[in-house]
């Protein structure tokens, strides 16, 4: 039941739209078809998107309260923690939206992963494709010069984890440079994905970098529209 529901309802659907975008967009391209899939699959995620972005600058907001309520009330325990239990009330932040998006994120990295390993060859097409779908002949997987269906690449996988290394390091620099488990992470979590991504076909590194970089200028465009606020310090004494 579930491996029906798995082919027929997540695998031939993505497969057709992948096809499509080939033939219609991409310009017999699968690697752009995989760029372009990637943008509306995020384009379609938006809305998770938003909020979870939303989220992510409350939590940060919520931080720095808690922060500020520590240390007004430091002497007093039990004030500080009826503090922090209003701050946590007054700014609840649910996770669900980010995990949603996620979620759906490596539902279509493990389809995709799926379309390249199965192979995308005459025959194995003919069976996948709706009726309105035309038959795209031999898919053309080359990208600037790269297989997209190789392993073992270490260019792309490099770029990911580069680009990684500074995604990180330009959005919590300055106290990863300070903390030794945060300076840790800085470098070992490109690595470690540069290692997996070097093990799975080079379309992967490409369908990672695309999502990045679109989460990155939602990021963008979120700090500039509505700037974070700063918390405000709290007082001893001080009534809310």
Do not use: C
């Amino acid at each position: 039941m579930l491996s029906y529901l798995w082919a027929n309802y997540l695998y031939q659907p993505l497969f057709n739209a992948l096809i499509w975008i080939y033939l219609n967009i991409a310009e017999r391209n699968l690697g752009w078809a995989v760029i372009w899939l990637t943008v509306f699959l995020r384009i379609i995620l938006l809305p998770l998107t938003i909020i979870s972005e939303r989220d992510a600058a409350k939590q940060e907001n919520v931080e720095e309260e808690v922060k500020h309520a520590a240390k007004a009330f430091k002497n007093d325990a039990v004030a500080q923690k009826e503090e922090i239990r209003k701050i946590m009330k007054k700014n609840r932040v649910s996770p669900w939206a980010k995990v949603m998006s996620l979620g759906f994120q490596l539902l279509v990295f493990v389809l995709l992963y799926q379309v390249f390993v199965r192979g995308i060859t005459g025959d194995r097409i003919i069976k996948l494709l709706y009726p309105w779908i035309n038959f795209p002949g031999k898919i053309n997987i080359d990208f600037y010069g790269f297989n997209i269906g190789n392993r073992h690449d270490g260019f792309w996988a490099g770029l990911v984890a580069i680009y990684l290394f500074f995604s990180i390091y330009l959005s919590d620099g300055a106290r990863r440079a300070k903390d030794k488990s945060r300076a840790a992470f800085l470098f070992l979590f490109p690595i470690f994905t540069f290692l997996v991504l070097w093990f799975l076909p080079m379309v992967k590194s490409l369908f990672i970098l695309t999502t990045m970089i679109f989460s990155d200028t939602i990021t963008i465009i979120r700090t500039v529209i509505f700037p974070e606020k700063k918390a405000v310090p709290l007082k001893v004494g001080a009534k809310k």
